[in-house]
């Protein structure tokens, strides 16, 4: 591995900012437009994923988490196959699954399009009102008059990279073995 390469890797592994968990909640309420909201919220709600994987296998050395995620080979190269992966290892139970399927979808029409698209796309808005939100989150987002899509879809994101990445945290702090949890951290 090249240099250049071996430098984004330890910037992508740094020990996150103290501010992090805001993050998606920032971007959701900032002045970002729509596709850097939606590739930055579908990006963190992909670490969760990733950080409750890693919570689970607890690979022995950053190799070994190279070898999972970052790799040619890697077993969970992608944002589907991290989906699969959680769901299998009861992280996430079928509604975060289908969220995560949805929100997946979605942020890769934000990365790909080759037109403009915004939360105001009827697509889009379809896409996003399949997202089953939290009671609270969803009378959050129904407060919002323009941006609603755009709140559904952050706050979609929010819950899996919150949720996955706290419950991580704490059972790295608590030294928790690894093992399934007995019921999905998220539904």
């Not at 790799?71 to 299998?88: D, G, W």
């Not at 407060?143 to 990279?161: I, P």
Request: with cysteine; proline share 6%; charged share 20%.
């Amino acid at each position: 591995m090249s240099k250049w390469e071996d430098g984004l890797r330890r910037l992508f592994k740094a020990t996150p900012s103290k501010d992090i968990h805001g993050t998606i909640i920032n971007v959701m309420k900032g002045t970002a437009d729509d596709r850097s909201a939606a590739l930055t919220s579908g990006a963190l709600a992909d670490t969760g994923l990733m950080a409750g994987i890693v919570a689970i296998l607890r690979p022995p050395g950053p190799k070994d988490v190279d070898a999972l995620f970052w790799t040619e080979k890697a077993k969970y190269r992608t944002f589907n196959l991290r989906i699969k992966q959680a769901s299998a290892l009861g992280l996430i139970g079928p509604q975060t699954k289908r969220n995560l399927t949805v929100i997946r979808e979605i942020r890769n029409v934000f990365a790909h399009a080759l037109i403009e698209v915004t939360f105001n796309t009827p697509e889009i808005v379809a896409a996003c009102n399949e997202i089953a939100l939290s009671t609270n989150a969803q009378f959050l987002a129904d407060r919002e008059s323009e941006r609603r899509t755009r709140y559904r879809f952050c706050y979609g994101c929010d819950a899996v990279f919150r949720g996955l990445l706290g419950w991580a945290s704490l059972t790295l702090i608590f030294g928790i073995p690894a093992s399934k949890p007995p019921n999905p951290i998220l539904p």
